[in-house]
Protein backbone atom coordinates (compact mmCIF):
# COMPACT_ATOMS: atom_id res chain seq x y z
CA UNK A 1 0.00 0.00 0.00
CA UNK A 2 1.02 4.04 -0.08
CA UNK A 3 3.70 5.02 2.42
CA UNK A 4 3.18 8.33 4.80
CA UNK A 5 6.10 8.56 6.93
CA UNK A 6 6.00 10.64 9.98
CA UNK A 7 8.97 12.09 11.52
CA UNK A 8 10.26 12.32 15.28
CA UNK A 9 8.47 9.19 16.24
CA UNK A 10 8.86 10.60 19.58
CA UNK A 11 9.72 13.62 21.33
CA UNK A 12 10.21 15.18 24.84
CA UNK A 13 10.11 19.21 24.96
CA UNK A 14 9.90 21.55 27.74
CA UNK A 15 6.65 23.62 28.72
CA UNK A 16 6.39 26.69 26.60
CA UNK A 17 8.49 25.32 23.60
CA UNK A 18 7.62 24.55 20.28
CA UNK A 19 7.19 21.10 18.34
CA UNK A 20 7.09 20.57 14.74
CA UNK A 21 6.26 17.12 13.17
CA UNK A 22 6.77 16.53 9.48
CA UNK A 23 4.41 13.96 7.99
CA UNK A 24 5.26 13.08 4.15
CA UNK A 25 3.85 10.70 1.54
CA UNK A 26 6.49 8.76 -0.03
CA UNK A 27 5.09 7.54 -3.46
CA UNK A 28 1.97 9.79 -3.84
CA UNK A 29 1.04 12.87 -4.30
CA UNK A 30 -1.08 14.35 -1.30
CA UNK A 31 -3.50 17.63 -1.62
CA UNK A 32 -4.61 17.01 1.58
CA UNK A 33 -3.66 15.32 4.65
CA UNK A 34 -5.37 14.73 8.02
CA UNK A 35 -4.12 15.18 11.65
CA UNK A 36 -5.20 12.78 14.41
CA UNK A 37 -4.66 13.33 18.09
CA UNK A 38 -4.72 9.49 20.15
CA UNK A 39 -5.31 9.99 23.92
CA UNK A 40 -4.57 6.64 25.75
CA UNK A 41 -7.11 4.28 25.36
CA UNK A 42 -9.25 6.41 23.27
CA UNK A 43 -9.50 6.11 19.11
CA UNK A 44 -7.98 8.76 17.06
CA UNK A 45 -10.10 12.11 17.45
CA UNK A 46 -9.36 14.41 13.99
CA UNK A 47 -7.80 17.47 14.35
CA UNK A 48 -7.85 19.39 11.14
CA UNK A 49 -7.24 18.47 7.36
CA UNK A 50 -4.51 20.09 5.33
CA UNK A 51 -4.59 21.51 2.16
CA UNK A 52 -1.81 21.86 0.06
CA UNK A 53 -1.53 25.56 -1.19
CA UNK A 54 -4.38 26.81 1.42
CA UNK A 55 -5.35 27.38 4.78
CA UNK A 56 -6.12 24.09 7.01
CA UNK A 57 -9.59 23.36 7.87
CA UNK A 58 -9.85 22.95 11.81
CA UNK A 59 -12.24 20.97 13.66
CA UNK A 60 -14.50 22.34 16.43
CA UNK A 61 -13.05 22.89 19.53
CA UNK A 62 -9.36 23.01 17.66
CA UNK A 63 -7.27 26.17 18.45
CA UNK A 64 -5.47 26.83 15.17
CA UNK A 65 -3.16 29.15 16.81
CA UNK A 66 -1.96 26.14 19.30
CA UNK A 67 -1.46 23.98 16.70
CA UNK A 68 -0.37 25.18 12.91
CA UNK A 69 -0.71 23.42 10.09
CA UNK A 70 1.46 23.86 7.41
CA UNK A 71 1.30 22.06 3.55
CA UNK A 72 3.48 23.66 1.87
CA UNK A 73 3.87 20.88 -1.04
CA UNK A 74 1.88 17.97 -2.46
CA UNK A 75 4.14 15.35 -0.44
CA UNK A 76 4.88 17.64 2.74
CA UNK A 77 2.38 18.30 5.79
CA UNK A 78 3.85 20.32 9.11
CA UNK A 79 1.80 20.38 12.47
CA UNK A 80 3.57 22.86 14.44
CA UNK A 81 2.62 22.58 18.50
CA UNK A 82 3.47 26.00 20.14
CA UNK A 83 3.55 26.76 23.70
CA UNK A 84 3.15 23.22 24.28
CA UNK A 85 1.89 22.20 27.91
CA UNK A 86 1.76 18.96 29.52
CA UNK A 87 -1.76 18.54 28.29
CA UNK A 88 -0.82 18.69 24.74
CA UNK A 89 1.33 15.31 25.71
CA UNK A 90 -0.59 12.97 23.39
CA UNK A 91 0.17 10.51 20.44
CA UNK A 92 0.26 12.43 16.94
CA UNK A 93 -0.62 10.91 13.85
CA UNK A 94 -1.50 12.36 10.26
CA UNK A 95 -2.94 10.30 7.17
CA UNK A 96 -3.48 10.69 3.42
CA UNK A 97 -6.01 9.33 1.00
CA UNK A 98 -4.48 8.90 -2.69
CA UNK A 99 -7.37 6.73 -3.23
CA UNK A 100 -10.68 5.17 -1.49
CA UNK A 101 -7.93 3.81 0.84
CA UNK A 102 -6.83 5.80 4.34
CA UNK A 103 -2.81 5.56 4.97
CA UNK A 104 -1.25 6.74 8.32
CA UNK A 105 2.00 7.60 9.29
CA UNK A 106 3.56 5.87 12.40
CA UNK A 107 2.52 8.29 14.96
CA UNK A 108 4.48 10.99 17.16
CA UNK A 109 4.54 10.53 21.00
CA UNK A 110 4.85 13.83 22.26
CA UNK A 111 5.87 14.30 25.84
CA UNK A 112 5.57 17.90 27.45
CA UNK A 113 7.60 18.08 30.56
CA UNK B 1 -24.95 9.35 20.46
CA UNK B 2 -21.93 8.21 18.86
CA UNK B 3 -21.46 8.02 14.88
CA UNK B 4 -19.54 4.90 15.18
CA UNK B 5 -19.89 2.48 18.02
CA UNK B 6 -17.05 0.06 18.95
CA UNK B 7 -17.34 -2.42 22.06
CA UNK B 8 -14.06 -1.46 23.46
CA UNK B 9 -12.99 -4.77 25.23
CA UNK B 10 -10.59 -6.61 25.61
CA UNK B 11 -11.64 -9.36 24.25
CA UNK B 12 -9.51 -12.53 25.09
CA UNK B 13 -9.68 -15.36 23.17
CA UNK B 14 -7.58 -18.96 23.09
CA UNK B 15 -5.27 -19.20 20.20
CA UNK B 16 -6.62 -20.76 16.76
CA UNK B 17 -10.21 -19.39 18.09
CA UNK B 18 -12.42 -17.57 15.39
CA UNK B 19 -12.63 -13.83 16.29
CA UNK B 20 -15.68 -11.77 15.70
CA UNK B 21 -15.01 -7.81 15.58
CA UNK B 22 -18.09 -5.66 15.40
CA UNK B 23 -19.07 -1.85 14.82
CA UNK B 24 -21.93 0.15 14.51
CA UNK B 25 -22.90 3.10 12.62
CA UNK B 26 -25.47 6.05 12.15
CA UNK B 27 -24.55 8.34 9.18
CA UNK B 28 -25.89 6.53 6.40
CA UNK B 29 -23.91 8.71 4.02
CA UNK B 30 -20.74 6.13 5.19
CA UNK B 31 -19.81 4.49 1.66
CA UNK B 32 -16.53 3.20 2.70
CA UNK B 33 -15.80 0.84 5.68
CA UNK B 34 -11.90 -0.09 7.07
CA UNK B 35 -10.56 -2.03 9.78
CA UNK B 36 -7.20 -1.08 10.94
CA UNK B 37 -4.60 -2.91 13.57
CA UNK B 38 -2.99 -0.80 16.12
CA UNK B 39 -0.18 -1.87 18.08
CA UNK B 40 0.64 -0.20 21.24
CA UNK B 41 2.33 3.25 19.87
CA UNK B 42 2.30 2.61 16.56
CA UNK B 43 0.21 4.16 14.29
CA UNK B 44 -3.02 2.56 12.80
CA UNK B 45 -2.40 -0.41 10.07
CA UNK B 46 -4.64 -0.61 7.47
CA UNK B 47 -5.88 -4.12 7.20
CA UNK B 48 -8.86 -4.12 5.02
CA UNK B 49 -11.13 -2.03 3.24
CA UNK B 50 -14.58 -2.59 1.22
CA UNK B 51 -16.92 0.18 -0.44
CA UNK B 52 -20.66 -0.39 0.31
CA UNK B 53 -22.13 -3.42 1.42
CA UNK B 54 -20.92 -6.46 0.73
CA UNK B 55 -17.67 -9.16 1.78
CA UNK B 56 -14.27 -9.13 1.52
CA UNK B 57 -11.80 -11.77 1.93
CA UNK B 58 -8.03 -11.80 2.50
CA UNK B 59 -5.95 -14.33 4.17
CA UNK B 60 -7.68 -15.01 7.63
CA UNK B 61 -9.38 -11.74 7.92
CA UNK B 62 -13.22 -11.58 6.34
CA UNK B 63 -14.89 -7.98 6.62
CA UNK B 64 -18.34 -7.81 5.94
CA UNK B 65 -20.91 -4.54 5.83
CA UNK B 66 -24.66 -4.50 6.21
CA UNK B 67 -25.78 -1.22 5.40
CA UNK B 68 -29.43 -2.03 5.97
CA UNK B 69 -28.22 -2.60 9.47
CA UNK B 70 -25.61 0.06 9.61
CA UNK B 71 -23.57 -2.83 10.98
CA UNK B 72 -19.94 -3.85 10.04
CA UNK B 73 -17.44 -6.86 10.86
CA UNK B 74 -14.35 -8.03 11.15
CA UNK B 75 -13.74 -11.74 11.40
CA UNK B 76 -10.18 -13.38 11.91
CA UNK B 77 -9.73 -16.98 11.76
CA UNK B 78 -6.93 -19.05 13.47
CA UNK B 79 -6.22 -16.24 15.46
CA UNK B 80 -2.83 -15.80 16.24
CA UNK B 81 -0.91 -14.05 20.11
CA UNK B 82 0.77 -12.04 17.23
CA UNK B 83 -3.39 -11.30 16.16
CA UNK B 84 -3.26 -9.49 19.67
CA UNK B 85 -3.98 -6.27 18.89
CA UNK B 86 -6.18 -3.34 19.60
CA UNK B 87 -8.66 -2.98 15.86
CA UNK B 88 -10.00 0.02 15.00
CA UNK B 89 -13.18 0.36 12.40
CA UNK B 90 -13.18 3.42 10.46
CA UNK B 91 -15.69 5.11 8.22
CA UNK B 92 -16.05 7.38 5.77
CA UNK B 93 -18.24 9.01 3.03
CA UNK B 94 -16.93 9.44 -0.70
CA UNK B 95 -13.27 11.09 -0.07
CA UNK B 96 -14.48 12.48 3.24
CA UNK B 97 -12.70 12.73 6.71
CA UNK B 98 -12.73 9.08 8.49
CA UNK B 99 -14.33 8.74 11.43
CA UNK B 100 -13.13 5.98 13.88
CA UNK B 101 -14.81 3.78 16.76
CA UNK B 102 -12.78 3.48 19.85
CA UNK B 103 -11.31 0.46 19.04
CA UNK B 104 -11.72 -3.33 20.30
CA UNK B 105 -8.38 -4.65 22.48
CA UNK B 106 -8.02 -8.00 21.87
CA UNK B 107 -5.80 -10.60 23.39
CA UNK B 108 -5.01 -14.08 21.83
CA UNK B 109 -4.04 -16.18 24.35
CA UNK B 110 -1.32 -18.78 23.37
Known amino acids: GAVVSQHPSWVICKSGTSVKIECRSLDFQATTMFWYRQFPKQSLMLMATSNEGSKATYEQGVEKDKFLINHASLTLSTLTVTSAHPEDSSFYIC?????????FGQGTRLTVV | QKEVEQDPGPLSVPEGAIVSLNCTYS??????FMWYRQYSRKGPELLMYTYSSGNKEDGRFTAQVDKSSKYISLFIRDSQPSDSATYLC??????????FGTGTKLQVIP
Open chain 1, 95 to 103: SARPGEEAF
Open chain 2, 90 to 99: AMSPVYQKVT
Open chain 2, 27 to 32: NSAFQY
